[in-house]
């Protein structure tokens, strides 16, 4: 396909859709999803090189194991290349659900492993946002109208939870989810976790100040909601992406399930949030009308945590 430049690339390109070829080529590889959106202005802040030089790995290892097939007798040096091409594949994907402070700190693939604890529980708030009467809205515009809506909110959406030190999971649709490990986002993870959810939320009311020519009418309750939950999930990793499961998604994801503009925490977020006596936040005990469940127990986030400087991961200070 030949050398492709920056400016070559749709803007709606993920470089996770970026094949390296051998030699030494970029070419766009696979359909483009609005889970992968990514802005041409943001790939033109995107770590390049670390990407290329993963690819790099990632295409030499895939060689080695493709040599390894036709030498039954050495299974073991097949298992130790595919354990390796795994976790080059775990952090290339990685990257770009992480903020740029983060990549400029990557870690080794082991030291990143151990801190996500890969294929095992770990505690970690989880965010689900999800825009109230999206299906709705969407009858209200242009089909263009309202993927270019979309993708620039999800855009900024996404960019608030990378800059407090979430990883981005999915798009959902109309929403997205993101969690904050414990281990990796640090001992006021659940704390980063409300900030980016009001600060998703505040961004939602301002940008549909600016987008509302597009829809022939609005409904009241058009708005972003986000819930968020605590406790053990787990990180595994399908088809070279990460991916989550867990009782806190579950939960996460009906609390995002109340009125707009609104940051709803369940149960077990409450219980973190006494752990850490260094914020007090106001809590409102509501309740949340989950459907086929029955009428749940939450908490409606009052404080402004805007203004508050929690602490950083203890891996990048």
Excluded at 239 to 256: D, E, H
């Amino acid at each position: 396909m030949g050398t492709i430049s920056s400016f070559d690339i749709p803007s709606s390109t993920s470089l996770s859709n970026l094949l390296l070829t051998d030699t030494g080529d970029l070419k766009i590889a696979g359909s483009i999803t609005l889970e992968n959106i990514i802005s041409h202005e943001q790939l033109q802040k995107a770590p390049i090189i670390p990407e290329l030089e993963l690819e790099k790995d990632i295409i030499r290892l895939r060689k080695e194991l493709f040599a390894q097939t036709s030498k039954p007798s050495e299974k073991s040096e097949f298992d130790r290349i595919r354990e390796e091409l795994l976790k080059k594949e775990f952090k290339k994907d990685l990257l770009f659900r992480i903020s740029s402070e983060m990549q400029r700190h990557v870690l080794s693939e082991e030291k990143i492993y151990s801190l996500l604890s890969v294929n095992k529980q770990i505690p970690s708030s989880v965010l689900s946002i999800d825009i109230r009467k999206s299906s709705a809205m969407m009858l209200k515009t242009t089909s263009e109208n309202y993927f270019s809506f979309i993708r620039e909110l999800m855009e900024t959406l996404i960019d608030y939870i990378k800059r407090n030190y979430g990883i981005f999971e999915k798009f959902t649709g109309d929403g997205l989810i993101a969690f904050f490990p414990r281990e990796f986002t640090g001992k006021d993870a659940i704390f980063h976790t409300v900030k980016a959810a009001q600060q998703c939320v505040h961004f939602f009311s301002k940008y549909l100040e600016k987008t509302s020519k597009i829809f022939g009418a609005i409904l009241d309750d058009f708005g972003l909601c986000a819930g968020i939950d605590y406790g053990n999930i787990c990180v595994y990793v399908l088809n070279t992406q990460i991916n989550i499961v867990g009782t806190p998604v579950v939960y996460a994801c009906r609390m995002s399930g109340h009125t707009k503009n609104s940051v709803v925490i369940n149960n077990g977020a409450k219980a973190e949030m006494a752990n850490n006596p260094s914020y007090k936040l106001e809590l409102d005990p509501i309740v949340v009308d989950v459907k086929h469940e029955g009428k749940l127990v939450g908490y409606l986030v009052k404080t402004d945590v805007n203004s508050l400087n929690f602490k950083k991961p203890t891996w990048l200070t």
